[in-house]
C-alpha cells in the first residue's frame, strides 16, 4: 500500500426521534405545550483505513446483518427502524473493494452498541476477529448491561451481538493510544463510558477525526455545546466535546460525527473515492 487512504462504507440508514439526537428539542413551553415529535434519518456507517504498515483497519461494523428480522427485538426495530439493501451490507462494502472480512488485519470498535458492534458476526474465526480494539470500560459495560437484565437489549447493547461468537476477542485499551505515527484512538467518555475517537492524518487530504457517537451532528457542537439524549455520563460527555474542539483547533482536522445525514451527503464515500 502506498501511503494511507480512508474509506467511508454506507451501511444504510436509522430512522428515529430527533430528541434522541438533540437533548430536548423542540421542547415544549408555556405558548406551545404540544408539540409534537419530529422523526428523521441519520446514516449508518463504517470506515475503512489502509494503512501502508498495519493493513486494512475497520472502524466500527455497523449493524447485525439480520437486525430488522430477528436480532433486533420488535420494540426496538419500531423505535429506531434500520433501512439497508443488499448493497449496504458490510460484507457487500468490502467487496466493493475486493475485499472480504478475512483480509481486515484489525478492528477498532469506537463502542459496542448495535448499530456500530453488531457486524462482528462477520467476522468468527478471522485473524482480525481475535485482536479487536475498543476501550477497557466499553468492555466491561457492553458485556455487563444486557446479561444482567432480563431485556435483550440494555443501554444500547444488544445481548444477541455478542452470544455465541466464536474466536472474539477484545485487546482493550485503557487510555487515548497512539496507534501508528499517523493513527491516534482518542478516548471520549460520555455517550458510553468507553468511547473513542480515531484520527487519523492524511497526506493529501490533512487530518481526519472520526468523533463517533462521542458527537451525533454537526448541531451537538457548534455554534454551542448541545448534548444527544443518550449518555452515560453527561458531564463526561460534554468534556469530550471541548476535546474534540481543541483537536479540530490543533491540527485543523476534518470532523466527520457518527450520525449526521447533512454531512454524509457531502462525504467522499465508497467504493467512488476516498480520502488520501
Given at each position: 500500500?502506498?501511503?494511507?487512504?480512508?474509506?467511508?462504507?454506507?451501511?444504510?440508514?436509522?430512522?428515529?426521534?430527533?430528541?434522541?439526537?438533540?437533548?430536548?428539542?423542540?421542547?415544549?413551553t408555556t405558548e406551545n405545550k404540544h408539540?409534537?415529535?419530529?422523526?428523521?434519518?441519520?446514516?449508518?456507517?463504517?470506515?475503512?483505513?489502509?494503512?501502508?504498515?498495519?493493513?486494512?483497519?475497520?472502524?466500527?461494523?455497523?449493524?447485525?446483518?439480520?437486525?430488522?428480522?430477528?436480532?433486533?427485538?420488535?420494540?426496538?426495530?419500531?423505535?429506531?427502524?434500520?433501512?439497508?439493501?443488499?448493497?449496504?451490507?458490510?460484507?457487500?462494502?468490502?467487496?466493493?473493494?475486493?475485499?472480504?472480512?478475512?483480509?481486515?488485519?484489525?478492528?477498532?470498535?469506537?463502542?459496542?452498541?448495535?448499530?456500530?458492534?453488531?457486524?462482528?458476526?462477520?467476522?468468527?474465526?478471522?485473524?482480525?476477529?481475535?485482536?479487536?480494539?475498543?476501550?477497557?470500560?466499553?468492555?466491561?459495560?457492553?458485556?455487563?448491561?444486557?446479561?444482567?437484565?432480563?431485556?435483550?437489549?440494555?443501554?444500547?447493547?444488544?445481548?444477541?451481538?455478542?452470544?455465541?461468537?466464536?474466536?472474539?476477542?477484545?485487546?482493550?485499551?485503557?487510555?487515548?493510544?497512539?496507534?501508528?505515527?499517523?493513527?491516534?484512538?482518542?478516548?471520549?467518555?460520555?455517550?458510553?463510558?468507553?468511547?473513542?475517537?480515531?484520527?487519523?492524518?492524511?497526506?493529501?487530504?490533512?487530518?481526519?477525526?472520526?468523533?463517533?457517537?462521542?458527537?451525533?451532528?454537526?448541531?451537538?457542537?457548534?455554534?454551542?455545546?448541545?448534548?444527544?439524549?443518550?449518555?452515560?455520563?453527561?458531564?463526561?460527555?460534554?468534556?469530550?466535546?471541548?476535546?474534540?474542539?481543541?483537536?479540530q483547533r490543533r491540527y485543523q482536522a476534518?470532523?466527520?460525527?457518527?450520525?449526521?445525514?447533512?454531512?454524509?451527503?457531502?462525504?467522499?464515500?465508497?467504493?467512488?473515492?476516498?480520502?488520501?
Amino acid at each position: 500500500m502506498n501511503g494511507t487512504k480512508l474509506f467511508i462504507l454506507p451501511l444504510g440508514y436509522i430512522e428515529n426521534d430527533i430528541a434522541l439526537n438533540l437533548l430536548l428539542h423542540n421542547q415544549a413551553t408555556t405558548e406551545n405545550k404540544h408539540k409534537p415529535a419530529e422523526w428523521h434519518r441519520v446514516p449508518s456507517f463504517a470506515i475503512l483505513i489502509q494503512h501502508h504498515h498495519l493493513g486494512n483497519i475497520l472502524v466500527d461494523c455497523g449493524s447485525h446483518p439480520n437486525a430488522m428480522e430477528r436480532s433486533w427485538p420488535e420494540e426496538t426495530r419500531k423505535l429506531i427502524p434500520l433501512f439497508r439493501t443488499k448493497e449496504d451490507m458490510l460484507d457487500y462494502r468490502l467487496s466493493q473493494l475486493n475485499l472480504t472480512p478475512a483480509d481486515i488485519n484489525l478492528i477498532i470498535l469506537t463502542h459496542l452498541h448495535l448499530d456500530h458492534a453488531g457486524g462482528l458476526t462477520y467476522f468468527e474465526g478471522t485473524d482480525a476477529g481475535k485482536h479487536i480494539i475498543a476501550h477497557a470500560d466499553e468492555i466491561k459495560q457492553a458485556l455487563y448491561e444486557p446479561f444482567i437484565n432480563s431485556t435483550q437489549i440494555a443501554k444500547g447493547y444488544n445481548k444477541t451481538d455478542f452470544e455465541g461468537l466464536n474466536e472474539i476477542r477484545f485487546d482493550p485499551i485503557f487510555e487515548s493510544t497512539v496507534l501508528a505515527e499517523d493513527i491516534e484512538l482518542v478516548w471520549l467518555p460520555g455517550h458510553t463510558a468507553g468511547t473513542i475517537g480515531v484520527l487519523v492524518h492524511l497526506p493529501n487530504d490533512g487530518s481526519i477525526f472520526y468523533t463517533s457517537d462521542a458527537v451525533n451532528w454537526e448541531a451537538n457542537l457548534y455554534p454551542e455545546i448541545k448534548l444527544s439524549a443518550v449518555f452515560h455520563d453527561s458531564i463526561e460527555m460534554e468534556k469530550s466535546m471541548i476535546k474534540i474542539k481543541w483537536i479540530q483547533r490543533r491540527y485543523q482536522a476534518k470532523l466527520i460525527f457518527g450520525h449526521d445525514l447533512k454531512q454524509f451527503n457531502q462525504l467522499i464515500l465508497s467504493p467512488n473515492n476516498h480520502y488520501s
